[in-house]
Antibody
């Protein structure tokens, strides 16, 4: 059974870089033609799609975050990654990773809370 | 950018009743690109419906979707205790996804 688990920095200083890892188990990230998404959720902004990365490495980013986002994938480790730089308090949220069904986030991780604070 | 507006913000219903949730787009969208999610407290969202009316794998028949143009509806035919949750609609085009603000269905 496919499972995803987010990990990474839970507390990030303003202006620094948020780094998260999504570890995939139960299936190979190389199987199929899936894309892999990052989504975040905060009380103020609700659910916000950050972007996705195809297993080939092709990325799509939310235009509102595109200048600060970088996603990558490690097929051998069965992981994919999110980096968001120049963070502010507005980036405080629960961050989810997911495997997509078409373009739709389908199988989600449990989420990890990230707080931006000095 | 397409904006999705969900109404009502909260609806109070009893178990066994039908829930009818609305999602309105700021401009006409293809039925292929409208989906619905359910989220329970402390959990990640779960995909219910894609392509306006197709149920995702494992989703029971009590969930159904309809609509076209700018107006879309999610119906839960008979509410069971596990159906009291927040429901989000989502629009996607080839490379960008937008969520609605959500409708909370709580127990009357």
């Amino acid at each position: 059974q496919l499972q995803l688990r987010e990990s990474g920095s839970g507390l990030v200083r303003p202006s620094q870089t948020l780094s998260l890892t999504c570890s995939v188990s139960g299936d190979s990230i190389r199987s199929g033609f899936y894309s892999w998404s990052w989504i975040r959720q905060s009380p103020g902004k609700g659910l916000e799609w950050i972007g996705n990365i195809h297993q080939s490495g092709t990325t799509h980013y939310n235009p509102s975050l595109e200048s600060r986002v970088f996603m990558s994938i490690d097929r051998l480790k069965n992981q994919f990654f999110l980096k968001l730089n120049s963070v502010t308090a507005a980036d405080t949220a629960v961050y989810y990773c997911a495997r997509d069904l078409g373009m739709l986030p389908h199988i989600w991780g449990q989420g990890t809370r990230v707080i931006v604070s000095s | 950018e397409i904006v999705l507006t969900q109404s009502p913000g909260t609806v109070s219903l009893s178990p066994g009743e039908r829930a009818t949730l609305s999602c309105r787009a700021s401009q006409s969208i293809s039925t292929n690109y409208l989906a619905w999610y359910q989220q329970k407290p402390g959990q990640a969202p779960r995909l219910l419906i894609y392509g306006t009316s197709s149920r995702a794998p494992g989703i029971p028949e009590k969930f159904s979707g309809s609509g076209s143009g700018t107006d879309f509806t999610l119906t839960v035919s008979r509410l069971e205790p596990e159906d009291f949750a927040v429901y989000f609609c989502l629009h996607f085009d080839g490379s960008f996804l937008t969520f609605g603000g959500g409708t909370k269905v709580d127990i009357k």
